[in-house]
């Protein structure tokens, strides 16, 4: 989904992952490698909120900036 993990990633990234909810919770978990080979992992686990894909994705572009 472009507005989760993969959405916040350089393109050529390669992104394993997983969702899941339950009532008003998302977690995602996923090992993303950069296009440099770089490596990392992220998992995100919210409490009363729905849907987070946009703030998954700002998180994982925040990281891939900081480790490219």
């Known amino acids: 989904d472009a507005k989760r993990t993969l959405g916040g990633v350089p393109e050529g990234s390669k992104v394993w992952a997983k969702?899941?909810?339950v009532a008003n919770e998302w977690h995602e978990a996923a090992l993303v490698e950069l296009p440099s080979g770089r490596k990392f992992i992220?998992?995100?686990?919210?409490?009363?909120?729905?849907?987070?894909?946009?703030?998954?994705?700002?998180?994982?572009?925040?990281?891939?900036?900081?480790?490219?």
Not at 44 to 61: D, K, S
């Open 19 to 21: 969702a899941g909810w």
């Open 42 to 68: 992220l998992v995100v686990f919210t409490a009363g909120r729905a849907y987070q894909g946009p703030l998954i994705a700002e998180l994982a572009r925040a990281i891939s900036s900081g480790i490219r």
